[in-house]
């Protein structure tokens, strides 16, 4: 599989802010500025203190046509300014809407710390070592649960396939040191294998 996933053509896009680059290197991908519609997967880093250019807009609208598959990555989470669900929220705003399969639990500093996936309640904690999974608790799944509904209804209206027919657009959570969402990127990924 490892050898499949090393064939797809990955391209990374993004504002410098965001660390397309170290992106691109993580999922061994190539960092572009220009787009390239010959792709099997275009990944979008942005960053929620700093919002989204306007090169990075263009360059996700002139990718429309193609319908290439595209993912949002939200980096710089550990800062505190902005947060996930801001950088989603103006993702949907200039790029399309976007679908949030998990959303950002913090530890008691405020950081980042494990991840709540919306198709399972199931939570992922990568503070631990290993990383360690577990059923969310009752009250988080109250706290959750409108976002639940909007998640299953998106992916019911849309299609089991709308990922790879570049229709669904997810935007994860990811901080590359601390290993948070490189995971979920990888199953999206992997999604994309034949």
């Not at 010959?38 to 306007?54: C, K, T, V, Y």
């Not at 990555?73 to 993702?91: G, P, Q, S, Y």
């Not at 976002?147 to 299609?159: A, K």
Request: charged share 20%; hydrophobic share 45%; net charge negative.
């Amino acid at each position: 599989m490892q050898s499949q996933i090393n064939d797809l053509r990955i391209h990374v896009y993004g504002h410098q802010s965001a660390d397309p680059a170290q992106v691109a290197s993580v999922f061994n991908a190539q960092y572009l500025e220009m787009a390239e519609p010959e792709s099997d997967l275009a990944i979008f880093a942005i960053n929620p203190s700093a919002g989204i250019d306007q090169a990075t807009i263009d360059l996700w609208q002139s990718l429309d046509e193609y319908q290439v598959p595209r993912l949002v990555v939200v980096t710089h989470l550990e800062k505190l300014e902005a947060d996930f669900d801001d950088a989603v929220m103006i993702a949907t705003r200039v790029f399309d809407q976007m679908l949030t399969p998990y959303l950002v639990l913090h530890d008691e500093a405020g950081l980042p710390a494990a991840l709540i996936g919306l198709a399972d309640l199931q939570i992922t904690d990568y503070s631990t070592n290993p990383i360690t999974k577990k059923s969310c608790e009752p009250e988080h799944q109250t706290l959750v649960q409108e976002f639940r509904d909007e998640y299953l209804d998106q992916v019911t209206s849309l299609g089991e396939d709308s990922f790879r027919a570049g229709l669904m657009f997810p935007a994860v959570p990811l901080w590359i040191e601390r290993g948070i969402g490189m995971d979920i990127v990888h199953e999206f990924i992997e999604q994309l294998i034949d």
